[in-house]
Each structure stands twice: as C-alpha cells, then as structure tokens.
C-alpha cells in the first residue's frame, strides 16, 4: 500500500528521490500503467539524472511483468519520447524531473499518438492502481528490447522545417547539462550552423545552473556567450529540452510570445485560415497577428493538457504558451523545444537581417512577465483585486484566474498556483510606463492582503 499524494501531480509523476519516489514504485507504476491502458506495447525513455536509469529499468520490468513488450529507448529528451510513441502508436513514459532540481525524478506519461495523460484522462485511475495494488498476471511475460530512435527522430524534425535554404549561422546553445546536450548536436548536424556549445555535457547534477531557462539568472551564461562570440542567435532548453527560450544576436532575450507570433505565421502561410491556439498570458499581439493574417485564434487555459486538448477539438495547426512550450499538430500536437527553435533558424537563416530586427513587428506591447507572489488566502486576495477593478474594466474573465482588461491594449491576468500558495501576475500595456504602473498596482493590492492575512 502506498501513499501517492505527494508525487502524483495534476499532469504527472513528480517527487524526491528515493525518499517519495523509489525503483519500488516505479515497477508498481509500470504495471499499472500497462494494466490501465491496456497496452501489450509501450516505449519508455529517461533523461541524464543519475536515477532515472534504475527508474526506468524498474518501470519496464513491471511493465513487462504484466505482459507488454517494452521498447527501452535509453536517453532522450521529452519530445522524442513524443515521437516515439506518436510515430510508433504506443503508449510511452519518459522519466524526467524536467527543470527541477537534482535530488527530484519524475514520469511524464501519454497513450498512443502521444495523446496526454492527466489526472482526468488515466493518471488519477494510474495512482489508484498502485495504492491498491496491481492484480497479478498470469500470462507469459513480455519482452525489454532497446531501441536507439534518435536518428529516426532527427529526420523526422527535418521533414516538419525547411531548413535547405537558410544562410550560415553562429547558434549559441545553452543545454543546462540537460538532454539538449543529446539531441542538439544530432538534429544540427549538417545544418550550416556554427555552435557555440554551453553545458552540453550530460550531467543531472547541473553543476552550472539549474536548467530552468524561464528564470533570468539561467541565461546570463549564455547572454554573455551570444556577445563575446558574436552570435546571431542563442538557444537554452531546460532539462529534458521540452523547451526553448531564445537570445538575440545582442543578448537579449526574445519573450516566448514573440516566438509564439513568429511561429504562427510562419504555420499559417504555409495553411492559410489556419487555427493557432494561445493561452490566457499570452501576448495580444498573437491573437491580433493571426486574425490580422486570416487565421482562427483560440484562446485557451495555461497548461498542456487545456492546449492539447483544444488543438485536438479544433484542428489548430500550432499552439504556443508564454512558458516556452510550443505545439505542433503534426508533431502529435505535443510540445517540442526543437522544433521551436528549427522554425526560429529557418526563419532567421532565410533571410539577411538581425533576429532582433526580424522580430521588432512581433513585439507591440510591453510585457511584465510572470510575478509570484506568496499569499495565505489566495480566493480572497483575487476577490479583493476583482472589487477594486470591476468598475474600470473594460471585460473581466474567468477562464484562468481573473483577466481584467482595462482597455487601449492594458490588460492583467492573475492566476492561483495548483500546487503552491502563491498568485501569479502577467501584465501587459502598449509601453514600459504604463505596464509598470498597473503591475505595481496591482501587486500593491496582493501583498496589501498578505499582511492582513497575518
């Protein structure tokens, strides 16, 4: 009998090493997964951290024990266990912490055609499962068989982006230690690119910084690299390179909503009237781009599961969160950082100017970014902000947290975390000034509450 609350999270498995999450656990997991799904074939791949190989032996040989054949991929990063399990049609689960810390470990897990599972859609019923335990099997054992995908993968990329026109480049990569490290120098050979490597040596320790590129401090390293080797572009994944951040020939960094736009576009010349999912912290200038190119916005949650779901019910061809997630119909309609930043060097490489004067008109506005602040009583602090704004907005929703717009493109987001006791802030305005105003507004009245609140 286990407890699981701790670990299993709303979109995947997540905990300390051994102490919440152990090779025991994982072999009950891998047996229920195959049990709840049906499966008599999954795939499983993992990431440089020092336990996610006996993680993921453990899982394959639950798995197993329940009569599935298991492809063990080896090292990978998320988004080629995407491919995987997309391009083979099975079930598949990568064992990853992502960008948390080292002493953490995880499973992402999805169904065949890297459909995602979530709390709702299995993995509620997955935790079920091994708390009260797996029922035995009976029939023959299945079969562990390793599997190298990484060139398959690799060529799959190079069909989804042109890339045989693009001019030489100098790309600087910051992989965090992470499996950028592993799938960048495989995906970029050939290519005319000239690296400029950081971290790329795998090591789930993260001896350098942690591989979190949202958090600025990670990307000093290779904001410093872009300058002094005169790049025409950076690059930083985190640690299972499921994302990309970018860096423009100055060293400066390129909001993901701007990425998002660049996308879009380039996604809906190639589908006019195409659908582009956005979530509800993503820049306006997304929505207005694509309505102004004849394609469909759709706005959605924040979070994979809300994304991958709405591409599903509406055929969008690409979606894009303000996290540094990007989506891709036909890659599965999953996540992929290398394909993100395929798109930005084909976009860049096809023509002659900076990547900061390609992308100057898809930055309109001024962007606070995500601000976390720490409250007891979240409801009530949003209740309080939603008092105070109700007369001066021009629209207020509730489709994730509270948007309020204030009109003339002003507009705020604040969210609740799902895990934590904290209330995330966006902030946009069409200047600096502007947007900086509402934002100190606005938290003024958040942490006005928090010392009520004690």
């Known amino acids: 009998m286990y407890d ?60 197993a024990g329940q009569g ?24 598949g689960a990568m064992f990853t912490a992502s960008h948390n810390p080292a002493k953490y470990n995880g499973i992402k897990l999805c169904r065949a055609g890297a459909a995602p599972i979530g709390q709702d859609t299995g993995l509620g019923d997955i935790r079920a499962l091994v708390e009260a335990g797996v029922p035995e099997f009976t029939g023959p054992r299945g ?58 040596e795998l090591d789930g320790s993260f001896p350098n910084h942690e591989a979190n590129p949202i958090e600025p401090e990670n990307l000093r390293d290779l904001q410093a690299a872009v300058r002094a080797g005169g790049a025409d572009i950076g690059l930083a994944f985190d640690g299972d390179a499921d994302r990309c951040f970018v860096v423009d020939e100055r060293g400066e960094l390129v909001s993901p909503s701007t990425i998002t736009a660049l996308v879009a576009e380039r996604e809906l010349a190639r589908e006019p009237g195409a659908t582009i999912i956005h979530n509800v912290i993503v820049s306006h200038a997304v929505p207005e781009l694509v309505t102004r190119l004849g394609g469909v916005p759709v706005r959605t949650r924040v979070g994979h599961s809300f994304i991958k779901a709405e591409m599903a019910r509406t055929g969008a061809v690409f979606g894009g969160e303000h996290s540094g997630h990007f989506y891709f119909r ?26 900061s004067t ?20 979240v409801t009530a602090a949003m209740a309080e902000v939603e008092k105070v704004y109700m007369g001066l907005a021009s629209g207020i929703d509730r489709l994730d947290g509270l948007t309020v717009e204030l009109g003339d493109g002003i507009w705020f987001n604040l969210r609740p975390s799902n895990t934590e006791p904290l209330l995330r802030l966006n902030v946009e305005a069409p200047d600096y000034a502007t947007m900086s105003r509402v934002r100190d507004e606005v938290l003024a009245r958040i942490r006005h509450r928090r010392e009520i609140d004690r």
């Open 358 to 377: 390609l992308l100057d008109g898809y930055a309109s506005y001024a962007i606070s970014g995500e601000i976390n602040s720490e409250v007891v009583d």
């Open 143 to 200: 079969t562990v068989t390793r599997s190298d995908l990484l060139a398959d993968y690799t060529r799959h990329l190079h069909t989804l982006v042109d890339l045989s026109a693009i001019r030489p480049l100098v790309v600087a990569v910051d992989a965090g230690n992470g499996m950028g490290g592993f799938t960048v120098p495989a995906v970029f050979d050939g290519l005319p690119l000239t690296v400029i490597p950081l971290y790329f």
């Open 4 to 63: 699981l609350s701790r670990i299993f999270k709303a979109y995947d498995v997540r905990g300390v090493v051994p102490s919440e999450l152990d090779e025991d656990i994982a072999r009950v997991a891998g047996a229920a997964f195959v049990h709840v799904l049906g499966a008599d074939r999954i795939v499983v791949a993992h990431d440089m951290r020092e336990s996610s190989v006996p993680l993921s032996e453990a899982f394959a040989a639950g798995a």
């Open 330 to 355: 036909d890659f599965w309609r999953a996540d992929s950082g290398m394909l993100a930043a395929l798109h930005v060097l084909a976009a860049l490489g096809e023509q002659d100017r900076p990547l």
């Open 68 to 91: 599935a054949d298991v492809i063990a991929a080896g090292l990978g990063s998320t988004d080629l266990l995407y491919f995987a399990a997309g391009s083979l049609g099975i079930p």
